[in-house]
Each structure stands twice: as C-alpha cells, then as structure tokens.
C-alpha cells in the first residue's frame, strides 16, 4: 500500500495521477461547502476555474435550476445566487439545482486532480464516509492521494490537519514505516499536536483567521463539525455528485 499526501496541487503530474484514488480537501470552504449542497439535495456541482468561465457555462446551459456559486477574498461573486459558505446551501436554496462553482483554491485543486481513476472531495463533515472509501482504494495493494487545495499555492494548516485526520482514519491507528510519504508523516503528526478538535487548527489557520475578521466566525464552526454532511462527493466527468453506489 502506498498514501501520499500533497500540501498543495501543485507539481502533480498525469503520471501520479494515472489509476489512483484521489480525495481533495479545502475544508474552509470549498469542499465542506460541496458537501452541504448535496447532503441538502443538490443534483451536481461542476467546479470551473474562472468567474468569466461560470457565467459562460451557465448561460450555455440555460436553465433555472442552475446556479452561479462561488467566492472571491471569501466574498460571493457579484451577480452570483450563493457564496461559499456551507450554512448558505440550505435545502431550500439548492435541492433540485446544479450548481455551477468557482472558488480561489478548491475548485482549482479539483480540477488539477482530472485524470486519476477517482476524485472526491473531503473534510471533516464527511471524514468518515470518506474514510471508508478511502481503505477500500489502499486496500490490497492500492495507492491513495490526498491532495490539498493549500491557500495561494502554499501549505495550510487547515487542509494539512484534515489530510492528517484522514490519513489517521483510513490508517485504523497503524503508524506504517513505509509506504507513507514525508507530508503523510507531517500530517499525522499535526493530528497528535492538535488532538481531535477540529476548532483548533482550523481557527488557528490563516484561512480560518481571514474568515473570522471577515464575519464567516460560524462557517469555521461549521466546517469544524464531524460528519455533518455524511455524503460521498465524487467528481466525475466534470461535475461532482453524489456517489451511492461504490465506485
Ligand atoms: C477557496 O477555494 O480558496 C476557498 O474555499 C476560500 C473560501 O471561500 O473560504
């Protein structure tokens, strides 16, 4: 078995992708935003790199049950219908619709990933499910990525820990000498520096500081709550859904 994490997607190339399993991780807010919006009934969400990119795509698809979501300085777009927060993907606003998303990190770092055999998106409100699907990939002889979206290109604390919480899940306790890389290594032991609360790291984190002092105090909380949005979030052929049947 081999897992692998990288800090940021950066450097990834075909090669380490090719016919692997991949879980990208942008807890604040990217992928525990994906994961509100299909626990609470979104059809799809189809991550793109741009703004200009978005507004194409959904006049393109021209219908009313597509959204325009997305951040940029953590702030909805103008003219969007939704931000990035998780607490703003309610059942009333998105059951039934598409979402189309940009965001500054974790809609790149999706996109990076295209070309494994599967991606899905992680964080703490899923870990478990997540988790679970991420021991059948390793298991017999796999070889799991876990992929931060990292913030500007540069590690983050918050992505970091959620790796290591994964990475320590999908481990069952074991502490393997090899098989891990140096990041896997460094991400477990974030795990035993901050221990099981998820507030911690991610308050600490320059993420998690910049939402604070922006008013997202209780996005922080959210994204910080275990299981809370236990889906499956698979990106396949472009858009990410919800995966009920093992893939
Ligand atoms: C990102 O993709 O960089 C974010 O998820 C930022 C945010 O909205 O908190």
Same mark, same amino acid.
């Given at each position: ?6 800090? @940021?997607?950066?450097? $990834? ?7 692997? !399993? %991949? ?19 979104? =059809? ?27 951040? @940029? ?24 619709? !598409?979402?189309?998303?940009? @965001? @500054?990190?974790? !809609? =790149? ?28 990939a390793l298991e017999p002889d796999g070889h ?45 032991? $974030? %795990? ?7 507030e911690r790291p991610l308050s600490y ?35 990410? !859904? ?6």
């Open positions: 078995m081999k897992l692998d994490v990288h800090f @940021t997607p950066a450097g $990834l190339s075909p090669a380490e992708l090719q016919g692997r !399993t %991949v879980f990208v991780i942008d807890i604040l807010r990217a992928t525990t935003a994906m994961c509100a919006a299909l626990a609470h009934g979104a =059809r799809a969400l189809i991550p793109v790199g741009s703004t200009e990119e978005a507004l194409r795509l959904a006049q393109t698809i021209g219908s009313d049950d597509v959204l325009l979501a997305g951040e @940029t300085h953590c702030e909805r777009i103008p003219g969007f219908q939704l931000g990035n927060s998780p607490l703003e993907m309610t059942e009333a606003a998105v059951r039934g619709k !598409t979402l189309v998303v940009t @965001t @500054t990190n974790g !809609t =790149r770092a999706l996109l990076a990933c295209q070309g494994a055999s599967a991606v899905f998106a992680a964080c703490a409100a899923n870990l478990t499910v997540a988790a679970e699907r991420a021991r059948e799991l990525l876990i992929v931060c979206a990292g913030r500007a290109g540069a590690f983050s604390l918050d992505d970091a820990y959620c790796a290591g919480r994964l990475a320590k899940a999908v481990l069952g306790g074991r502490r393997p000498r090899r098989g891990v890389n140096d990041a896997a290594i460094a991400s477990l032991d $974030l %795990v035993r520096r901050y221990g099981d609360r998820w984190s320059r993420a998690g500081r910049e939402l604070i002092r922006l008013g997202f105090r209780d996005d922080v909380l959210d994204a910080a709550r275990l299981d809370a949005y236990p889906v499956l979030a698979h990106f396949h052929e472009r858009r990410v !859904t919800l995966a009920s049947v093992p893939v």
